[in-house]
């Protein structure tokens, strides 16, 4: 399923604040945040009985922003492809709400914003750690706020499925269908060590100034581009480095051996370093990566899956070529819903693009995803 | 094959000048370099007629002492396994030379040498870059200086295998056969990626001092580390780090979330990162990485395959969990080298530990290794 037709127009973010200093937003852990203030982004209408909700949760590095544009038509939001009038998330017939998460630096609450201690500086390292059931604890608070019961769906890719499984796990009947596109449930020895490098890479910068760079001038930026160049190899497969880049030099490089840019591949993953630290906040990589490793639902005691199953559905998807989150992850989630007498289905699509994948117009996995959340009926 | 026997006993590193200022190598770049000392071990007794000798080319991070020890016993070359009396590399029978790289940090000239121009400092980033061939031209000197004219065979892992090819490719009347390690012909785009990115950690680093940093007191320690952390990643398998660590946290750790340490998989790889800095030079693993990227022998006119399979045979061997250079690079070796009809064979091994399995001991590994050194004959 192509993208069709012109796609949303114009949108805009939305702001509430859904916990205040006073009545601030418990965490997991026994610690308390407030205020809690949420970007967020609606498209279509919701229906009068509110029953044509879905609930989009972005991962690690994206926002509020998924569909449509504001203001620039060239310029759209990173789930564009998937969003729209007449595409798999259709919003002729749909109501989509898409928040920007707490930790996150897009308009949500986060590390980098004013600490209510000391209004003058940003939290830093003394913004509260958190865990994936409490994003999806904001989450529900919005939820609340727009007046909405029972979602229609909940999607989201890769860290964005880790909250709709566990949103599903604590609270299904909440959420009809579920949808997890390259998500995990108990990542690797191997993914926490890619992440961790990331994360010294960023630490050990003397721009990182032990958390307190935010308006300081400089930040960890050396730091945020090597943790940007590594993670991008592990969210790219093999092929689709072959297929874009192979191992082309750069067009009119000379053929001396050289310690600069001279490779495609290094051009790209300088570009891709160089333009991470003006989009995302070094703090907020930190935050919502941590979680990740941290995730296990399913070795938490008292997991009800029988309440599970008789309000969730669950689509699975996982990309061949995935090496971060492959498809023996999305089977390791499937295997524990199935076990526990959970309609879950699980789709391995074949797509060069490895993790990356769930952000790109695959079309089997766009035809797999409109499918579950239109014409299934609910169980 | 398991390592049987107390293994060589006490041995010792031996230098040699192999090129002089007034006599230097000529790099294949047209530059020159001198002098060039070479540090080498041999093991076992070189026969009369000299056709017992061995040659033992060492990957990125090795050095000449891959067998016996230096006076502990405990502390044992990086190849023990594989050298010694009754070993695959048996030196009862085998005269076995090992040399470290032009380039490298462990008594053989290289980047951090004094600049002969200005000898008070070392050479930084003036030191010449130089190939896999130019590597090769430093092993033939010291063949020659040894009065050895032809081997019974030369080894290598990883970039210690791209030497032999290289050798093999340019002089095979040298090299009776050729031993290549889960080696390469051809970087991926995502190779070459993964050391961009090793490269640049290193070369940000403000301690790197544009490679003067020699003599300083303070080099790049974090560099360092990020880059051993992440290309530690790349050598071992998913299924090995999830065999040694899986998802353990270090004893005696509160449950609570932290940046800190707190996987036994972070932990391991700090300590590999930490301890890097002081066993390897970091101009050296600039130095020695970046020919790697450049190697594409197969892509070079005038390649003589049947010059090269009237005198050489090969033995190619990759790891069925490699994922830096997997089987598939040793079988584009072997189509190479078997299209020009040389005499190559193939072995896939099965070993859960990645790409560093060729440096443990595997028996069918050694089997293979032993038994194409000693017991086929030369074509």
Not at 153 to 159: D, E, M, V
Not at 177 to 202: D, H, K, P
Not at 247 to 262: A, N
Not at 332 to 348: K, N, P, Q, S
Request: net charge negative; aromatic share 10%.
């Amino acid at each position: 399923m192509t993208p069709s037709g012109p796609g949303l127009g114009r949108v805009e973010t939305q702001r509430v604040v859904l916990f205040t200093q006073d009545d601030p937003l418990a965490l997991e852990s026994g610690r308390t945040i407030g205020p809690v203030e949420v970007a967020y982004e609606t498209y279509g209408e919701l229906a009068p009985d509110g029953g044509n909700a879905v609930f989009v949760c972005h991962a690690l590095t994206g926002d509020a922003h998924a569909a449509g544009h504001h203001g620039d038509p060239e310029q759209r939001g990173w789930w564009d492809a998937l969003i729209g009038p007449g595409r798999p998330l259709d919003t002729d017939e749909l109501f989509v709400i898409c928040p920007n998460l707490l930790g996150g630096c897009a308009g949500t609450t986060g590390p980098s914003s004013p600490d209510p201690e000391d209004p003058a500086r940003a939290y830093g390292l003394r913004f509260p750690q958190f865990t994936i059931r409490d994003l999806v604890a904001v989450h529900r608070a919005l939820l609340a706020h727009l007046g909405i019961e029972r979602l229609r769906g909940a999607i989201g890719g890769s860290l964005g499925g880790m909250q709709v499984l566990q949103w599903a796990l604590d609270a299904p009947e909440q959420v009809e269908r579920a949808v997890l596109v390259c998500a995990s449930a108990r990542l690797t020895a191997q993914n926490i060590g890619f992440t961790a490098v990331a994360r010294t890479a960023i630490m050990r910068d003397p721009g990182f100034q032990d958390g307190d760079y935010v308006g300081t001038g400089h930040g960890p930026a050396h730091g945020m581009a090597i943790a940007r160049m590594m993670a991008h190899l592990t969210y790219v497969s093999t092929e689709s480095l072959r297929l874009k880049f192979d191992r082309e030099r750069r067009r009119g490089h000379d053929t001396h051996q050289t310690f600069d840019i001279d490779f495609e591949v290094e051009s790209y993953l300088d570009h891709q370093g160089r333009t991470f630290l003006g989009r995302f906040d070094a703090l907020s990589y930190l935050y919502l990566t941590r979680p990740m490793d941290y995730f296990d639902p399913f070795a938490e005691p008292g997991v009800d899956l029988a309440r599970v199953g008789a309000a969730t559905r669950f689509l699975l998807v996982s990309f061949d070529t995935d090496w971060r989150f492959g498809s023996e992850h999305s089977a390791y989630i499937h295997e524990r819903l199935a076990a526990g007498g959970v309609d879950a289905v699980h789709e391995v699509i074949a797509s060069p693009w490895g993790h990356d994948s769930f952000l790109l117009d695959v079309p089997e996995y766009h035809a797999a995803v409109a499918g579950f959340l239109r014409t299934r009926p609910a169980p």
